[in-house]
């Protein structure tokens, strides 16, 4: 079971036999998800795009003063990149904020899919190195395993399953809710 959450992920060898469910080993990290892709989204493109664009010297995920613009923009890259699973770019949108002078924000930041792939692949590889790890421990072979059941929203997005077929080199199931 590969189980990438919005902020944790973790992954289980599991064996079904004679109606028995048994975990054979698991393994996570409780800082690894899909909000490390939006943050990163965020911290590389969209901030530094808006901090030029607007003149905002101080606009950092750090400073209390930016702290709602940043939950905004967090909440809209979000549904950007879900959107990004069937369309190749999206406009950031959903998202005014007031800038230092009282003045209304609105960004306007084309989120292309091609940019969300590269942010998130050290992030999916992350996660892969963990469940060869998982299978390393208990000496199994990708081979051994039936199936990868894919549980968490991120998963859904085409090249989040593509890379990690390609990856893992395990049949994904992705059709259980």
């Known amino acids: 079971v590969y189980d990438f959450g919005g902020g ?7 064996k079904a036999e004679d109606g028995t469910i048994r975990v054979v080993n698991h393994g996570g990290d409780n800082f690894l ?6 943050w990163t989204l965020i911290d590389s493109l969209i901030a530094p795009y808006l901090t030029k664009e607007h003149h905002l010297e101080d606009f950092s995920r750090g400073n209390d003063r930016w702290r709602t613009a ?5 909440r809209s890259v979000e549904r950007a990149k879900i959107r990004l699973s069937r369309e190749d770019s999206v406009w950031i949108d959903e998202c005014r904020f007031q800038g230092k002078n009282g003045e209304t924000i609105e960004p306007e930041f084309e989120l292309t899919r091609s940019a969300v792939v590269s942010i998130a692949e050290p992030i999916i590889a992350r996660s892969a190195d963990i469940c060869r790890r998982v ?3 208990k000496r199994l ?3 051994a ?4 059941i894919l549980v968490g929203g991120p998963t859904l997005a085409p ?3 593509d890379q990690l077929r390609s990856a893992l080199g395990i049949p994904l199931e992705h059709s259980v809710d």
Request: hydrophobic share 50%; charged share 25%.
């Open 159 to 161: 090249y989040f399953r």
């Open 141 to 143: 072979a990708p081979g």
């Open 70 to 74: 940043f939950a905004l923009l967090k």
């Open 8 to 14: 944790t992920f973790d992954a289980a060898v599991i």
């Open 145 to 148: 395993i039936e199936k990868l």
């Open 33 to 38: 998800g899909g909000s490390d892709i939006d």
């Open 135 to 137: 299978l390393q421990e």
